[in-house]
């Protein structure tokens, strides 16, 4: 069992940056893909990025490429995702959400939400023009 507790959102300005984290519950946690996911009102959820168990592989959407960040802390139990040069289609509420993956299937498993086993409760984010 994991659990997630996200936190780190809140109001920013195009252009600006902030950083989100999830805190993870569990020994297992360096066992676990983790992966970020946002939905925006009237929108489904949408995959961003995620980071393999050790945090050497990393896959990203194509509409944040360039302009965030995921990476993680196992010592910590912490995933993080680092979002610079925020425009306001960049808001919705940000999911962080875990799930275990042989290698093989990193790529093409993770940006699809029903491999995830685990899920936090979301953060806002609210990007102003």
């Known amino acids: 069992q994991v659990q997630l507790v996200e936190s780190g959102g809140g109001l920013a300005q195009a252009g600006g940056s902030l950083r989100l984290s999830c805190a993870a519950s569990?020994?297992?946690?360096?066992?676990?893909?983790m992966g970020w996911f946002r939905q925006a009102p009237g929108k489904e959820r949408e995959f961003v990025a995620a980071i393999n168990w050790s945090g050497s592989s990393t896959y990203y959407a194509d509409s944040v490429k360039g302009r965030f960040t995921i990476s993680r802390d196992n010592a910590e139990n912490t995933v993080y995702l680092q979002m610079n040069s925020l425009k306001p289609e960049d808001t919705a509420v940000y999911y962080c959400a875990a799930y275990q993956v042989v290698p093989a299937y990193f790529f093409s498993r993770s940006a699809e939400a029903r491999w995830y086993d685990y899920w936090g409760q979301g953060t806002q984010v609210t990007v102003s023009s």
């Open positions: 569990g020994r297992t946690f360096s066992s676990y893909a």
